[in-house]
């Protein structure tokens, strides 16, 4: 899809790329944050946004917050961050812009805890892995197991 002049204006003016965590912290923990220009690319691969959306491993929950700014329900918005410190700002900002506390969670993506809060659940997936040695592909992996439904399996495994 893409997206109008206004809504990439939204993206820019909400997006915005803060840390709660110093340099070495982030480095540690693979805490490099999605820029509204990579954001508007990235939501432009989706066919439509008529889905709810996780992202599971959601920093300050910029990618989410740039679904809203584009006319996402907050409803349909799922945010996951591993990150005490970097949670605690992801959900002050998704809940001040609707987004249900109930639909934040704090748990490690490669869980059993987190597959066993979501494996219900049917919902798209937009992540920006953290890059760490190979758990970018092992979280990859994992959401592919978790929430793409068993007819899609093999095609996306192929891109993975
Ligand atoms: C590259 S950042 C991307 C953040 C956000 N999705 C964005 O695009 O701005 C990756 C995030 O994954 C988090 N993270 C690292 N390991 C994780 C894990 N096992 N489970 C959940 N989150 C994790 C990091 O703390 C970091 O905030």
Request: charged share 30%; proline share 4%.
């Amino acid at each position: 899809m893409i997206l109008t002049e206004e809504q990439k204006k939204n993206i820019k003016t909400m997006c915005v790329v803060t840390y709660a965590n110093d340099l070495k912290e982030r480095q540690k923990k693979g805490q490099f944050f999605t820029p509204p220009e990579l954001i508007i690319k990235m939501i432009e691969k989706f066919d439509d946004l008529d889905r709810d959306f996780i992202d599971p491993c959601g920093g300050n929950g910029n990618l989410l917050v740039g679904l809203i700014a584009v006319g996402v329900s907050p409803e349909s918005i799922y945010f996951n961050e591993l990150d005490e410190n970097e949670y605690k700002t992801g959900v002050k900002r998704l809940t001040e812009l609707g987004v249900p506390e109930d639909h934040c969670t704090n748990f490690d993506a490669l869980s059993d805890e987190f597959e066993e809060y979501y494996k219900n659940a049917s919902m798209s997936v937009i992540i920006n892995p953290p890059y760490l040695r190979n758990i970018h592909l092992k979280i990859l992996k994992k959401m592919i197991d978790i929430f793409i439904k068993e007819e899609n399996k093999n095609e996306e495994n192929k891109k993975v």
